[in-house]
């Protein structure tokens, strides 16, 4: 959507198929805090930095690290004028970004196939099949893009993520409210983690992160809620009350196995189709990949709209080249310390979580 829209604000039209049947046609996930210099600076590109400001959330930065009996270790608030990288919920992000363009709902795509010379043709769920003379895969982790230019597929990183909400926390969980603050709490055992995170309009995200093998079970809802929670509940045993509350008051619960591509994973140039965000660099969900994925888009529009220096558009396939090299030096390096992250995040020594939150928190 970034790309588009920063393709958009230069004049030149892009189509945006999506294989959702509508806007609302499901959760649009959790909060997101966008950096200075990565995920705000792309909405910058767009024109539409003053109208995130007044719509995020700075306090959403609070952090406040518990001992798995409840005892606070770490309590981190912003300090007024401090360079901010405000929360924003998903959803709201999405609708700032799609504004004036052209998304065609329900259009789901099965494969895409590089044209001889120039440009691509995309075969749709529905049999029908158009030709464009660019295709950009921002369709995530199981992309069905990238096997045009890559044989490459993600791989389990040996950590799960099972996701729960709260909803109406302030006056259905006023204690649970009072915990989580106005940002995220956290608490790290051995080979696991608990994550508290607010969103707007009194939601709650929480997140039970652990390592496990893979089972038979894949990502998705998990239709007994009794059961997941009694298998959480032993895995969290011993854990404080209060901690284990945000887990027994959730009403539904989602697997998310954590997958990745490789930290340098790039490939072959095709003319005619290009990636980026999770379907070019998948990576651990901290903090990186939404704002890595919006920063390609704005840059990879610029490239073409305006050429390197505003000297003028450029010719595509040299445009798409110089990008990619940008796009896979700068993922690579955030590639490897998300990967690093996560390993001292989910550790054998819960010391190593303290100590990586103590490394990127102020003072």
Excluded: C
């Amino acid at each position: 959507m970034t790309f588009a829209r920063v393709m958009h604000r230069h004049g030149y039209p892009v189509a945006v198929f999506e294989r959702d049947p509508a806007r609302g046609a499901r959760p649009p996930g959790g909060t997101l805090d966008l950096h200075e210099g990565l995920g705000q600076l792309a909405l910058d590109k767009a024109g539409l930095l003053t109208p995130f400001r007044a719509m995020s959330r700075p306090e959403g930065q609070t952090m406040r690290i518990l001992a798995t009996d409840g005892t606070v270790l770490r309590d981190w608030r912003p300090r007024p004028g401090e360079p901010a990288n405000p929360e924003i919920d998903r959803g709201d992000l999405r609708d700032l970004l799609l504004g004036p363009l052209d998304v065609q709902w329900g259009r789901g795509v099965t494969r895409v196939v590089p044209g001889a010379r120039d440009g691509a043709v995309i075969h749709f769920a529905d049999g029908r099949h158009e030709t464009f003379d660019l295709v950009v895969g921002a369709d995530g982790a199981w992309s069905r893009v990238r096997p045009a230019v890559s044989t490459v597929t993600p791989h389990y990183t040996g950590v799960t993520v099972v996701e729960t909400s709260l909803d109406d926390v302030d006056t259905r969980h006023p204690d649970l409210a009072r915990l989580v603050g106005d940002g995220s709490v956290a608490a790290y055992g051995v080979n696991r983690g608990l994550v508290a995170q607010r969103n707007s309009g009194g939601g709650v995200k929480v997140y039970a992160q652990f390592r496990a093998p893979l089972d038979g079970h894949t990502s998705g809802d998990l239709t007994d809620a009794e059961a997941v929670l009694s298998g959480l509940l032993a895995r969290y045993d011993g854990w404080a009350d209060a901690l284990l509350d945000l887990l027994r008051r959730g009403t539904a619960f989602i697997r998310r196995p954590l997958y990745v591509l490789p930290v340098s994973h790039a490939w072959t140039h095709v003319p005619g189709v290009t990636l980026l965000g999770d379907a070019a660099h998948l990576m651990p969900p901290l903090g990186a990949g939404a704002n890595l994925a919006m920063l390609d888009g704005a840059e990879l529009a610029e490239a073409l709209a305006t050429g390197p220096e505003g000297t003028g558009p450029q010719d595509m396939a040299g445009a798409v080249r110089a990008f990619e090299e940008d796009m896979w030096a700068r993922a690579s390096r955030w590639a490897k310390i998300t990967a690093a992250g996560l390993e001292r995040l989910v550790s054998p020594d819960p010391a190593q979580a303290l100590a990586l939150f103590d490394q990127v928190q102020p003072a």
